[in-house]
Nanobody
Framework: QVQLVESGGGLVQPGGSLTLSCGAS????????IGWFRQAPGKEREGVSC????????TLIGSMKGRFTISRDNAKNTLYLRMNSLKFEDTGVYYC????????????????????WGQGTQVTVSS
């Protein structure tokens, strides 16, 4: 059974940090581009960052550059998102997603390009 499971969300104060994890089962992440997306209340799902099979990172929202870091550990079949200097507007449900990809392709930027999705983990930035 193919599954992505996010964890690590929670309540954090502005300026704080969180690390989200996304564990894959039923398939091997080595052959997939993987990404993080988020959906704020009342808004559409948007891309945060993605990482290709070769490890090339694309930041999908400019305001996150320098604050959020995506990484993958293929040996653990896990994707991570380290979030620093969190702001109120970072609040939302964070999803990981995966898409099978050729080795040297750039990771997809939009949600509808991805094949598998996790159930999401809530991140709330509040004082």
């Amino acid at each position: 059974q193919v599954q992505l499971v996010e964890s690590g969300g929670g309540l954090v104060q502005p300026g704080g940090s969180l690390t989200l994890s996304c564990g894959a089962s039923g398939f091997t992440l080595d052959y997939y581009a993987i990404g993080w997306f988020r959906q704020a209340p009342g808004k559409e799902r948007e891309g945060v960052s993605c990482i290709s099979r070769s490890g090339s990172v694309t930041t999908l929202i400019g305001s996150m550059k320098g604050r959020f870091t995506i990484s993958r550990d293929n040996a653990k079949n896990t994707l991570y998102l380290r979030m620093n200097s969190l702001k109120f507007e970072d609040t939302g449900v964070y999803y990981c997603a995966a898409k099978p990809q050729a080795l040297f392709s750039v990771c997809p930027r939009t949600p509808n390009e991805y094949t598998y999705w996790g159930q999401g983990t809530q991140v709330t930035v509040s004082s």
